[in-house]
């Protein structure tokens, strides 16, 4: 029982940090470029991308095996394109700010390779329940990395935070302090590329010495053991 | 043909089948219920785009409908108002134009005014994969400091990022440009 928590608890977190989709697979890159203009669109995107990835994850779990192993691609496509369908539908309905900010970026989520590599990696083969957990970590992941860029590139295009002019359920509130020292450049596509860049060179960075300390414990533990050997192997001589 | 090999090939043919049926039907209910709510979005978005292009008017009446009547033969243009205010002095002629190319459509609401300039121009809908530029565009270009007569807006630059997108746009401006001069000159007016 504890064990099967464990494992719930991993399927769930898994995609949040360790395999991020963005910061460490690096998949689903172009509409996290296109849509962490502003704050408010990424939580949108997040938003749309966490339903349909928990909907198509669902499905495909539940159908894996009536889906023959020959047509499952165009199947999970299939599925995938009408979750988004209705999500673009009922965005277009009862949040058109939302729909007119993201354009073309929420029928593109059907070809995003998250959603069809978890399709495939994890809903095909496992229950039901851990592919709901999967999705949920994973859009979480995703969105976390949406925000965080979006975060970035907001505060330093516009000078500060607007939010409630394309998510209108949120009051509306804005708080640009630095708008006299914005950098324009960070709103541009060149800005999203050296955000993400820099993220990925930070996340690097904390990797690699992360993997050099445990390099050099691992020599250190190698030398003790030696060390140790060595004076078990050597001959006791009493200096008289 | 083997047994084995037939029951696959019903298996196959049945999935494919139940799963498009199945979609198919969610989708159309969705749009059941959203198509009447997307289109009041789509009516205030347009009369919202009227009123920010001639705000002193108060009523917009309707002056063509290209579902109605296309008498003037229209590629671009779907709809255009009169902008009038309550002592029915006329403002200028409101377009609604609607364009497709390579990279998606664009949809947009412009003022002329009676002496043929650009007065705004206001994007509905843009789903072109170059979007904030051609908006970006817009903004300069049409909705700038200075006042852009008709006969100049076929000679405007369209090197922008998204040439293809401000090419739509102008080629939407000058049928729209065209059809005000008509309807400003011809019978529906100077009567």
Redesign the interface.
């Known amino acids: 029982m504890k064990n099967n928590n464990h494992e719930h608890l991993k399927n769930l977190t898994r995609g949040i940090f360790v395999e991020n989709p963005l910061f460490v697979m690096i998949l689903g890159t172009c509409p996290a470029l296109a849509v962490t ?1 502003s704050l408010e669109a990424a939580l949108g995107m997040s938003i749309l991308f966490m339903i349909t990835l928990i909907g198509s994850n669902v499905v495909i779990s539940l159908l894996k095996k ?3 192993e ?2 499952k691609i ?2 999970y496509i ?2 995938i ?2 979750f988004v ?2 999500i673009k ?2 965005c ?3 949040l ?1 700010e939302l729909y ?1 900010t993201l ?2 970026f929420i029928s593109l989520i059907v070809v995003n390779c998250i959603v069809l590599g978890r399709a495939e990696a994890f809903a095909n083969k496992n229950t039901v329940f851990d592919s709901f957990l999967d999705a949920i970590g994973m859009s979480l992941g995703y969105g976390l990395a949406l925000i965080i860029m979006a975060l970035i590139r907001e505060i330093f295009g516009t000078g500060g935070i607007t939010m409630g002019n394309i998510l209108t359920f949120i009051p509306y509130f804005s708080f640009v302090p630095l708008a006299t020292y914005k950098l324009q450049f960070f709103q541009m596509p060149a800005g999203a590329f050296l955000v993400l860049g820099l993220i990925l060179a930070v996340i690097a960075f904390y990797q690699n010495r992360k993997h050099e300390h445990q390099l050099v414990k691992e020599r250190l533990i190698k030398q003790e053991q030696a060390l140790l050997a060595a004076q078990n192997k050597a001959p006791n001589v009493e200096v008289k | 043909m083997k047994k084995e090999n037939l029951k ?1 090939y019903i ?2 043919t049945l ?2 089948c139940i ?2 049926g199945v ?1 198919a039907g ?2 159309g209910l ?2 059941y219920f ?1 198509a009447p ?2 289109a009041v ?1 789509s009516i205030l ?1 347009e009369e919202n785009a009227c009123k920010e292009i001639y705000s002193k008017a108060t009523s917009f009446d309707k002056e063509f409908d290209a579902e109605e009547e296309n008498s003037y033969g229209f590629k671009y243009v779907t709809k255009s108002w009169r902008a009038l205010n309550g002592s029915a002095d006329f403002y200028g002629l409101v377009f609604r134009c609607t364009g497709k190319n390579a990279y ?1 459509g664009i949809s947009l609401i412009v003022g002329f005014n009676k002496d043929y300039s650009v007065e705004k121009v206001k994007v509905v ?5 170059f ?2 530029t051609v908006n970006d565009y817009i903004k300069t270009t049409y909705n700038g400091d200075t006042t852009i007569q008709y006969d100049d807006i076929s000679n405007l630059d369209v090197s922008c990022g998204a040439t293809y997108g401000a090419k739509l746009v102008r080629s939407m401006l000058v049928e729209a440009g065209g059809g005000a001069k008509k309807m400003m000159f011809g019978e529906t007016y100077e009567k």
């Open positions: 203009k009536l889906i023959p020959a047509i165009p199947c299939v599925i394109a009408s369908t209705v539908m009922l277009e309905a009862f058109p007119s354009g073309v | 696959l298996k196959t999935t494919l799963m498009a979609s969610v989708v969705v749009n959203t709510t997307i979005n978005r998606g809908e843009n789903t072109e994969s979007a904030t």
